[in-house]
């Protein structure tokens, strides 16, 4: 089912607009035409190999491909000697696609240079891991990075739908109903190689012991007696395995949850995960990630969760929860699923049992409410900037008093403006790191507002 030309891909339209990069590599130019090496970066099962083959049915150029998983530097060599002859000698241009350079060394990827420098060849590299970190900068900056991103719910339907009708997938073998389409769906989580992958999966089974339903049962014109066999052109109509959820599920040896990213389900669960996080439960709060990733959630999304949360719900009580969040979050943007559920569950389970303060969304809150009500006053002339000319004739600057100069490392000073001198909004709570914080801050406070 793999598409034969561009315009048969599913998916990663942002890429494929008329002029893009990528509709200029597919057009049929021997010489060139202007085409640029690019990378392609995405998920798995997004299209990266497809777009490379798509490019290779519709150009002219001569296309070669590589895996860096088997290629080594002498394979690369000798693309690129028979590149320049073909250049040369025939005015044959050549594509080099690249699957996974992730897995090539410096060295390897140094090989790559000249010929991509030199227009040698034309690269198209696939990586599922960030080029940021696993492409050379050389090579990074001679091509255009192209990011795909994974396949919405009407793509995916849409492929599954062309690969049951379709002559070279099932050919109409099977009848999927909608809920069977769904579930395909759901299960592929934006995957649309794991899609067809539990598609011909259930196929099989419903082949094998499903039930049967004949082409003019579907047909909505059908005007066949519901005792009779049905008859197209006199003859009977050719029977289908009826596909349904069930079937699915068993066919690939996996629950199917109740879960609709876009739903109500997505929110619930979300809202479950969060409201287990803050009371500190982290078997519930990992009960509720399996299921986010089970049902095939962003793992980016979880990630921000677990970072707003960190902020907002364990705050200062626990320093480290928040750069352990943004950890889990950036291993997640580098590794993605399934290993992305490690440090996404780490995160968890330490923000899960981490001690708790909203005492910093509290005081920031405050101080919005305060600052759109009107009450913000004039920034006090002894904390205005002096250092333009006229400044000091001002006042401003006048009577600072420089911390440091202090052998306490704090000085009796006002610093909220005249109209909220006493105002207090930052107020910690007497929960792990924060009761330590809290009696620092009355010791400041007593110094610097007397």
């Known amino acids: 089912m793999r598409p034969r030309s561009l315009d048969e891909v599913v998916g990663q339209q942002h890429l494929l607009r008329a002029g893009s990069p990528l509709r200029t590599l597919a057009s049929d130019s021997e010489g060139g035409g202007g085409a640029v090496s690019v990378i392609l970066w995405g998920p798995p099962g997004t299209g990266k190999t497809t777009l490379a083959q798509a490019i290779a049915h519709s150009s002219g150029r001569r296309f070669v491909e590589l895996s860096a998983v088997t290629a080594g ?25 690249l699957d996974e350079i992730h897995r090539f060394t410096k060295a390897q990827q140094d ?30 900056s001679r091509s255009l990075l192209l990011t795909l991103e994974p396949l919405d719910d009407a793509d995916l339907r849409r492929l599954l739908e062309r690969a049951i009708a379709d002559p070279r997938g099932l ?41 049967a339903v004949s082409a003019a049962e579907t047909e909505p014109d059908s005007t066949a007696r519901s005792d009779e066999e049905p008859e197209i052109n006199g003859e009977a109509g050719p029977q ?21 990213r876009n739903g109500d389900q997505h929110y619930d669960v979300i809202s479950a995960f969060i409201k287990s996080l803050r009371g500190s439960d982290p078997d519930a709060a990992i009960h509720y990630l399996a299921r986010m990733i089970e049902a095939g959630e962003d793992p980016r999304f ?43 569950a780490e995160a968890t389970i330490y923000i899960a049992t981490a001690p708790k303060s909203n005492a910093v969304i509290t005081a920031i809150d405050s101080a919005i409410a305060d600052v759109k009500a009107g009450r913000f006053g004039l920034v006090p002339k002894h904390l205005r900037d002096a250092h333009y000319p006229g400044a000091k004739r001002l006042g401003h600057g006048k009577g600072y008093l420089y911390p440091h100069n202090d052998p306490r490392g704090v000085s009796r000073q006002q ?32 110094i610097t507002r007397g």
């Open 415 to 446: 610093y909220l403006p005249e109209e909220l001198a006493d105002r207090v909004y930052y107020a910690p709570t007497q929960h792990g790191n924060e009761r330590e914080i809290s009696e620092r801050l009355d010791k400041i406070r007593r």
């Open 73 to 97: 530097i002498k394979d690369v060599r000798t693309v690129m000697e028979r590149a320049l002859n073909d250049r040369d000698l025939y005015g044959i241009a050549t594509v080099l696609f």
């Open 240 to 260: 289908r395995a009826q596909l349904t959820a069930e079937i699915v599920s068993a066919a690939v040896d996996r629950a199917l949850l109740r879960y609709d």
């Open 171 to 211: 050919a109409g073998a099977v009848e999927a109903d909608g809920e069977a389409l769904d579930a395909l769906v759901q299960l592929a989580s934006g995957d649309a190689r794991r899609a067809l992958t539990a598609l011909e999966a259930s196929a099989a089974s419903a082949l094998a012991g499903g039930v």
């Open 302 to 344: 979880i990630a921000r969760r677990l970072m707003v949360h960190a902020a907002e719900d364990v705050g200062l009580a626990d320093p480290q929860a928040l750069p352990i969040a943004v950890a889990a979050a950036e291993a997640t943007q580098l590794i993605g699923l399934p290993e992305a559920r490690i440090p996404l």
């Open 111 to 140: 090989a790559l240079l000249p010929g991509v420098e030199n227009g040698w060849v034309t690269l198209v590299a696939a990586t599922t891991e960030n080029p940021s970190f696993s492409v050379i900068s050389p090579l990074l």
